[in-house]
Each structure stands twice: as structure tokens, then as C-alpha cells.
């Protein structure tokens, strides 16, 4: 049986062993008992490296890689297999895989034999025996972690592949095989070596590329021309020489050149975020076509920054989330800016609601701020002309008027404002406020995940928010409504925050670059909402029912006669010049006091001045009031060295003005005693 010209006689002890096992090998793979896990427990266990984003209707938006250690693509049925890849695969690794039952005997036995004679070992490993080694590593691996080829470590291989056998379907093995087995590098799987070499998936396969994933099992880390020489064996040995030539050519292009980046880039900046564990699958509340629609517009806007979000208005849904033009780019939408002015319309409504002024209120303002003039004249303005055209004096007026109930608002939001307005937001914040004026002035939580409750929280009332809504709304070159809300911010004329909504959705945007950017961001935002509503159109939204209109005229005519939006009980016909509005005199908004003289005058006093004082006015200083309550007379206080905040209030509690500012005094222990500790010794 063992008689072989090739080799010489073996021992007669060596050729009893080999005989032996040879014999017993069959019977005693029979009887294994290795505990071999369930092909739905390894199919459920295997995970890939990376977590993929989808949109709200199962679209892959954004690919992360999670585990570093592998690389690794989702698990591939049979069934999704190329044909040629498994007709290739078991020409090259086990040709009678269909016809043994874990072990090929006769394959173990010449490899036991040229084993026994030669130095350069030949393996006999049936794809089952290599499957048993990858599900347990140490039937892959000696001690020293090279590969196990020693006839103990073979027979173990053995045994597990026959217990392998009588748990598995062939075409489990088969599936499992292919899912599991290490191709070049960290790359695991048939999934992940298709994308990496040839950009494909494992049913596109053809017959050059199968030839070649089918060697690579064999060496995954050989040289691109060893690839090449064994594909084109493996070749000949199917009977397929035509295709020899382009394997080679795969070989030599796509070896060494591999394709590791994500397979989808929709929305890579939101999976970053988000996408946190191997092989999860999120669904997120995006929209794919939204998401093509504003990634397109933003990187339209040509080189330089820039960052986009789409809320939904009925559901406060993150329908787009554009971080930058390209992935590689740092996530805008998420950094903290400056909302500049962009929360005036916030203390506008709050003044509205709460009747302080109407749309037709007259604000005054400095005309130096309109025409080249004295700095002292004055004009007058509307509230609307105020809001839009962004003018500072007015609006100062009216952050005056909403005092506390501003930041107390905006809380509602989970935003920390002061009373100037200013706060630093994220897109997804900023959008989420303006998605509340569009909403009846109801303020619910964004959200980029379904599920969860988000409680309705009331920013402003109906009625305030659609008057505000209404001064904001755009018009054409004839003056003409149009049916979306639109401001813009621009600190400089390299950089600009616009934020508007429709009936339907809200869209922010910035954007940084070269100049002209701020006329390119206004595009790029109506081209985002005009493309959202290609299909339905954009309508105005109707008033609440608290809301009338009424013609307004102007007494003297500063504004031409129009119809005005009005809190119902609030709506006038004529508009006069009102009173000039109660201000601070002294100390001047950002002032700095010089009170170093305090060191040798015990007595030395600042007074806090005011003109136009209503009955009843009275001083506050950093929240605590100061003085004897009469306001109309000035007030004097001990300084402290420090920065601090003047209040002028009404007698029933409303901030008329604020200014704050600053002393210089000498620092001891006496003089800087709290306000409240220095009575005014006059």
C-alpha cells in the first residue's frame, strides 16, 4: 500500500504509524465530540467593522468604521455569492468538497507521506478542517503562532471538522467559509476583499476577479506577481485560459491599490456623531433626496466652509444634515457661533405679546445711522422698518422691553441666553428656534433619531409669532409677499448665518469664504427651499384667529399708509410721534468710571441720571434697587470697583433702559463692601 518509487523505504515503525492513522482516522473522527457553536450563533456573532446611517426609508447615508482591529462588510448569503467565486473556490482549496465528510483521506494521507520525507510541508486542509481553525484559533495556531502543521495538530483539525459536519449543511460551511476567511491586510471575508480590490460586491463578480480572491486564500499577503502566476494556474485548471490575462491585470492594479474608503458619504458628518457601535444600523429621521438636494447646494457655493441643516415643521424631524461640503471637512453645523441678531425677532414677539408695541409702533434712531448728519438728530421708524432693516438703537429699545422674559423664553428651548440676545448655537439649535416662529410659536426639541416623547414647550403665542413671522416674510423686486420667512446675519463680509422657514420646512445655513459669500449663501438658501417645494408649492400661513388687520397712517407721514397686522384690542388707525422714550443719561452704556478719588474723599458719590422719567421710575443696580425709589431725581452711589449692570425701571417693574459699565476704584476691604452696605450719606 505504501509502496512508492518516489520515496525511500520508510522504518517499519514509521510505516505501522502512518498506516494506523490512516486506518483509525475515519473511525475516530467518527466518535469527535468538539463542541462546535450553531451556524446561526456564528452568522449572529460576526459583526462587521463598520456602522452604517440610514435614512428614514432604509437608504445608507454614511459608513463608519468602529473596528479598528478587522475589516470587515456584512455577512453574504449563498445565494449572493458569484457562481464563479465558489467554482473557483473549491477548485483551488477542496475539490471534493461535496463528496467528503470533513476530512479528505485520501489528500491527508500524501500529505502525511511528503510531511514525513520533506522540509516544505503540503497541506491537506478541506475547507471544513480550515472553517474549524478559523472558528477556533487555537486549531489554527501553534504555540508560537504560526500555522499548526504538525500530525497532531492536523488530526485535531480533523476531529473538529468531522463534528463541523455533522452540525453544519454543506452550504453553511460554504457560506460561513467565505464570510470568515482572512484575504490580505486586515481584510476578513469575501464582502469586505470584493469592495476593497475591486469595488464590487461578491455577486458582481466576474471570473478574473474570482480567480484571484480564490488564490489569495492560499497566501492573502503574497506578492502581487505570485497572485498573479497562481490565478492563472488556477485558471487553466477550470478550464478557463482566456481569463489568465485579466487576472493578472487585477493582480498587478488592485493588489496593492485598495479601496478602503466608505462605500456611502450622504451624511458622514451626522455618522460621526452618532454611529457608535460594530455592525449597527441606525435610522435616522433624514430624508436621502433632502439630503442630495442640500448637500448639492452647499457645495455649490464653491470653495470655503460652509454648513446647512433641514428641520421638518411639523415634527421638529432633522431632515438634512449637511456638516460640510466634504467629508473630510470639519463638522460646521456642529460648532458653537455667534447667532448675532438672528434672536431679535424672539424679543420683538415677546414686546408684541405682551402689547408693548405693535408692528406700527414708532422706535426712534439715530439718523446718523441713515444719512450723514448730526450724531444728536433723531428719526423715527416703525417696528416692522426696525426689525427688518436690523436697526441697533431700536433694537436695544426692545430688548429693553423684554428684560427677563428673553433668556426665561429661550430657556424653554434648553438655550442659556442673556438679556442682550446674544447666544452662541449649533445649526440644528438655531433651526429648531426659527422652526418655532412657523409653528404657531411652539418650540419642540430637534431630533435626528425617531422615538422619544418631546414635550411642546410655548416660546411665544400664536398671535406674536405670526406677526413677527409676518415682518420677517420675504418680498419680490415688486414688494409682492412671498410665502417664506427669511433672515440673514453677516459679521463681516466673509462670513454669513441665514435662517428662515416655509410653511413646511426650515432651513439653516452658513457659510465662510471669500467675499461675496453673503449674496451666494441667500441663493444657496432658496435654492434649498424652492427645490423642497418643486413639487408643492409654498403657501402663506392663515392668522390665528386673535389677529386683525387695519390700515395704519402715519401722523406725520415718516411711512407710507399700509395695512398692519394687530393683537386684537392692540390695532390703531393713526400713528402719532410718541413721547421721546425714558433713557439712561448716566453713566453711558460701556462707560468706564474713574473713581480712584475715592481714597481720600470718604465722601465721593457718582448719581445715576435719567431724562424723561415716568412717575414712580426707580434704580436697579446688578438686581438689587438702589436709592429712595424716586427716580426722577439723581441717585448717588458709593463705586465699587468692578463691572456692573444699570437697570431703569417703571414703577410697575418694567426695564425702561440698561446700560452697563464699568469702574476703576482702589481695592479694600471698605470700599468694596456690596452697593447695599453704602448708604448714600447725603
Avoid at 18 to 47: D, N, S
Avoid at 236 to 245: H, T, W
Avoid at 288 to 312: F, S
Avoid at 439 to 459: H, I
Wanted: hydrophobic share 45%.
Amino acid at each position: 500500500m505504501f509502496s512508492n518509487p518516489d520515496f525511500p523505504a520508510l522504518p517499519a515503525r514509521l510505516r505501522r504509524l502512518a498506516l494506523a492513522l490512516l486506518i483509525v482516522g475515519p473511525l475516530a473522527a467518527a466518535h469527535a465530540t468538539q463542541p462546535i457553536p450553531a451556524f446561526a450563533e456564528v452568522k449572529a456573532g460576526t459583526a462587521p467593522s463598520v456602522a452604517v446611517l440610514l435614512a428614514r426609508d432604509g437608504t445608507p447615508l454614511a459608513e463608519r468604521r468602529v473596528n479598528p482591529r478587522v475589516r470587515r462588510l456584512e455577512w453574504v448569503g449563498l445565494p449572493h455569492l458569484s457562481p464563479a467565486l465558489k467554482e473557483a473556490l473549491l477548485a483551488a482549496e477542496d475539490k471534493r468538497f461535496f463528496e467528503h465528510s470533513g476530512v479528505d483521506w485520501r489528500a491527508f494521507a500524501g500529505s502525511l507521506w511528503h510531511n514525513l520525507w520533506y522540509d516544505r510541508k503540503r497541506g491537506a486542509s478541506t475547507l471544513s478542517m480550515q472553517l474549524a481553525g478559523l472558528l477556533d484559533p487555537e486549531l489554527a495556531l501553534g504555540r508560537d503562532g504560526t500555522p499548526r502543521r504538525s500530525i497532531g495538530q492536523k488530526w485535531d483539525q480533523a476531529l473538529a471538522a468531522q463534528a463541523l459536519e455533522a452540525r453544519w449543511t454543506k452550504e453553511q460551511i460554504l457560506e460561513a467559509y467565505l464570510n470568515l476567511a482572512p484575504f490580505r491586510g486586515d481584510l476578513q471575508g469575501v464582502h469586505a476583499a470584493s469592495r476593497a480590490f475591486f469595488g464590487k460586491t461578491p455577486a458582481e463578480l466576474g471570473r478574473p476577479e474570482a480567480l484571484v480572491l480564490a488564490v489569495l486564500l492560499r497566501g492573502p499577503n503574497a506578492k502581487a506577481d505570485v497572485v498573479a502566476r497562481r490565478a492563472c494556474v488556477l485558471a487553466e485548471r477550470i478550464g478557463s485560459p482566456s481569463a489568465c490575462g485579466p487576472a493578472q491585470r487585477l493582480a498587478d492594479a488592485t493588489l496593492d491599490r485598495q479601496h478602503l474608503g466608505p462605500r456611502w458619504e450622504l451624511a458622514p458628518h451626522l455618522g460621526r456623531q452618532l454611529l457608535q457601535q460594530p455592525g449597527e444600523r441606525l435610522v435616522t429621521t433624514l430624508d436621502a433626496d433632502v439630503q442630495r438636494l442640500t448637500l448639492a447646494a452647499v457645495r455649490r457655493l464653491g470653495p470655503g466652509d460652509a454648513a446647512a441643516v433641514v428641520l421638518d415643521n411639523a415634527s421638529a424631524d432633522v431632515l438634512a444634515y449637511v456638516g460640510a461640503p466634504d467629508a473630510a471637512q470639519a463638522d460646521q453645523a456642529a460648532i458653537l457661533r455667534s447667532s448675532g441678531t438672528l434672536l431679535l425677532p424672539f424679543a420683538y414677539g415677546i414686546a408684541v405679546e405682551r402689547r408693548q408695541i405693535t408692528a406700527a409702533t414708532l422706535l426712534d434712531d439715530a439718523l446718523s445711522n441713515h444719512a450723514p448728519t448730526a450724531p444728536d438728530e433723531r428719526i423715527w421708524v416703525s417696528a416692522r422698518r426696525a426689525l427688518v432693516e436690523n436697526l441697533a438703537e431700536p433694537a436695544a429699545s426692545v430688548l429693553r422691553l423684554a428684560g427677563d422674559q428673553l433668556p426665561e423664553r429661550l430657556r424653554l428651548a434648553d438655550l442659556e441666553v442673556g438679556r442682550s440676545g446674544q447666544a452662541d448655537l449649533g445649526l440644528i439649535a438655531l433651526a429648531g428656534l426659527y422652526r418655532s416662529l412657523g409653528s404657531g410659536g411652539q418650540w419642540q426639541a430637534p431630533r435626528s433619531v425617531p422615538g422619544g416623547e418631546r414635550p411642546a414647550r410655548r416660546l411665544l403665542k400664536p398671535e406674536a409669532g405670526f406677526i413677527v413671522g409676518d415682518i420677517l416674510t420675504e418680498a419680490d423686486t415688486e414688494g409682492v409677499p412671498q410665502p417664506f420667512v427669511i433672515r440673514q446675519f453677516v459679521p463681516d463680509g466673509r462670513e454669513t448665518l441665514v435662517a428662515g422657514f416655509s410653511d413646511r420646512y426650515t432651513v439653516v445655513l452658513w457659510s465662510a469664504g471669500a467675499r461675496g459669500v453673503p449674496a451666494q449663501a441667500n441663493a444657496a438658501w432658496h435654492e434649498i427651499l424652492r427645490g423642497l417645494h418643486r413639487s408643492q408649492p409654498a403657501s402663506r400661513p392663515a392668522p390665528p384667529p386673535g389677529v386683525v388687520s387695519s390700515l395704519v397712517v402715519f401722523e406725520p407721514p415718516v411711512e407710507s399708509p399700509r395695512k398692519e397686522w394687530f393683537i386684537r384690542g392692540t390695532e390703531v388707525e393713526r400713528v402719532a410721534l410718541p413721547r421721546s422714550l425714558p433713557r439712561i443719561a448716566y453713566p453711558a452704556a460701556g462707560m468706564l468710571v474713574d473713581a480712584m478719588a475715592l481714597a481720600g474723599d470718604p465722601a465721593y458719590r457718582i448719581h445715576f441720571e435719567g431724562i424723561r422719567l415716568p412717575p414712580g421710575a426707580w434704580w436697579r443696580l446688578n438686581g438689587d434697587k438702589v436709592g429712595n425709589g424716586n427716580g426722577t431725581r439723581g441717585v448717588g452711589w458709593r463705586p465699587v470697583a468692578g463691572r456692573h449692570v444699570l437697570d431703569l425701571m417703571a414703577a410697575d417693574g418694567q426695564v425702561l433702559d440698561s446700560v452697563t459699565f464699568a469702574v476703576r476704584a482702589p481695592l479694600d476691604s471698605e470700599l468694596s463692601k456690596p452697593a447695599e452696605q453704602q448708604p448714600d450719606r447725603q
